[in-house]
C-alpha cells in the first residue's frame, strides 16, 4: 500500500530533550516536505526536500532540523525542543514538479513539549 | 514569501445548500492552487487542483474557480451533505514551496 508513516504519533516530552520524527514513503516521490499544524493558523511549511542531499527552509524552520540521505526517509529533529514546539506535525511527499503536485500526508504526530 | 488568506473561518450551511470558500494569494508566481479536506483527527486530502493556466474545474459537486488578475481562487461545493463536514485548507505554490491559508471549519446542518 502507498503511503507515508510517521513515527511516532504521539509524543510527550521535556524541554531539552532531542527528538527525531521520522518521515518514510515508499512511493519513490522526489519531493518531501514538513508541516506543522496549529488551531487557527493552518499548516505551515517548516522544511522541504527537492531529492535526496535537497534540503531548504519553509516559513518556520526556527527550532528545526532536517536531512535527506535517501529518498524514502525525511526525518525532523528537534534538537532542543521548548514548549513553542507544541503542535501536530505532517509529513508529505509528492512526485515529480514538487510542490506542484498532490502531497500525500502521513498520519500525522502530536508532540507536547513541557 | 507567499500570503494566502482564506475565508471564512467558520461555515454553517443547511444540508443540500452549497457553500462557497474563498481564498486571495499574494505571489503572482504561484502557479499551483489545491484544496484539502481534513476530517476530526485524520490527514488533509486533496480533494480538488488547479493550475494557473485553467479558470475553472468541476468534479461532481466540487468546483474551484481562479481568477489570477486578482490573485484569488475559491472552493464551490453544492447540494452539500453531512459527509462534507470538514475543515478545508486552501493552497499556493511555486515550484518548491507550499503555503496554506488558516482553513475553513464547514458544518453541514442535517
Known amino acids: 500500500e502507498a503511503q507515508v508513516t510517521q513515527n511516532p504519533r504521539y509524543l510527550i516530552t521535556v524541554t531539552g530533550k532531542k527528538l527525531t520524527v521520522t518521515c518514510s514513503q515508499n512511493?519513490?516521490?522526489?519531493?518531501m516536505s514538513w508541516y506543522r499544524q496549529d488551531p487557527g493558523l493552518g499548516l505551515r511549511q517548516i522544511y522541504y526536500?527537492?531529492?535526496?542531499?535537497?534540503?531548504d527552509k519553509g516559513d518556520v524552520p526556527e527550532g528545526y532540523k532536517v536531512s535527506r540521505k535517501e529518498k524514502r526517509n525525511f526525518p525532523l529533529i528537534l534538537e532542543s525542543p521548548s514548549p513553542n514546539q507544541t503542535s501536530l506535525y505532517f509529513c508529505?511527499?509528492?512526485f515529480g514538479q514538487g510542490a506542484r503536485e498532490p502531497q500525500h500526508f502521513g498520519d500525522g504526530t502530536r508532540l507536547s513539549i513541557l | 514569501g507567499e500570503n494566502v488568506e482564506q475565508h471564512p473561518s467558520t461555515l454553517s450551511v443547511q444540508e443540500g445548500d452549497s457553500a462557497v470558500i474563498k481564498c486571495t494569494y499574494s505571489d503572482s508566481a504561484s502557479n499551483y492552487f489545491p484544496w484539502y479536506k481534513q476530517e476530526l483527527g485524520k490527514r488533509p486530502q486533496l480533494i480538488i487542483d488547479i493550475r494557473s493556466n485553467v479558470g475553472e474545474k468541476k468534479d461532481q459537486r466540487i468546483a474551484v474557480t481562479l481568477n489570477k488578475t486578482a490573485k484569488h481562487f475559491s472552493l464551490h461545493i453544492t447540494e452539500t451533505q453531512p459527509e462534507d463536514s470538514a475543515v478545508y485548507f486552501c493552497?499556493?505554490?511555486?515550484?518548491?514551496?507550499?503555503?496554506f491559508g488558516a482553513g475553513t471549519t464547514v458544518t453541514v446542518r442535517a
Open positions: 512511493m519513490n516521490h522526489e519531493y
Open positions: 493552497a499556493a505554490s511555486k515550484i518548491d514551496k507550499l503555503s
Open positions: 508529505a511527499s509528492s
Open positions: 526536500s527537492m531529492n535526496v542531499e535537497v534540503t
